[in-house]
């Protein structure tokens, strides 16, 4: 058998539609002895919380919310801890999106630039910037072209 459970707090015709209800992950806790993982629609330390409250989950798993705030899971912790925490802001997420670039380099550019583009559309919840940028790159299939228009 399984040693835990990630359980997403939606149906599959559901997708990603709001809202995740949580409320469904504690029945599911309540019937099994396994450790379940609540996820869904986690954004930020509030939801975090709320998702704790509503599932009786302790534990998370982090989507879609880490794609649009990479550090989100220091964030939350930050929060759960009571601690200071100085988040990414747009120079540290067009480092990031660098590295990313270059480890994807022997990738073809087609691949590599509609995932930057995939990444750019979540990022702009979180980063104005990110929308500039996708408006900016949205019609591009070259890396190489791609790259100096991410410094700026």
């Given amino acids: 058998g399984a040693d835990e459970l990630c359980v997403h707090a939606r149906t599959r015709v559901q997708g990603y539609k709001p809202p995740a209800h949580w409320h ?10 396994i450790p379940i ?3 869904g629609d986690i954004w930020s330390a509030d939801d975090a919380r709320a998702a704790q ?8 798993m982090l989507g879609r919310g880490s794609l649009s705030r990479p550090d989100l ?7 759960f801890n ?17 590295q990313q670039l270059s480890l994807l380099e022997d990738q073809p550019d087609k691949y590599v630039t509609s995932r930057l583009k ?18 900016t790159i949205k019609r591009l299939h070259c890396t ?9």
């Fill in 118 to 135: 995939q990444w750019l559309l979540y990022l702009k919840r979180s980063y104005p910037e990110a929308a500039t940028l996708f408006q």
């Fill in 53 to 60: 409250a509503h599932s009786h989950c302790q534990d998370l």
């Fill in 73 to 79: 899971a220091r964030i939350i912790r930050a929060a």
């Fill in 37 to 39: 993982i609540a996820n």
């Fill in 144 to 152: 190489d072209t791609i790259k100096p228009l991410m410094i700026h």
């Fill in 24 to 33: 469904k992950i504690a029945a599911i806790k309540d019937h099994v002895s």
């Fill in 82 to 98: 009571h601690e200071t925490y100085q988040a990414l802001v747009w120079q540290d997420i067009q480092t990031i999106l660098l």
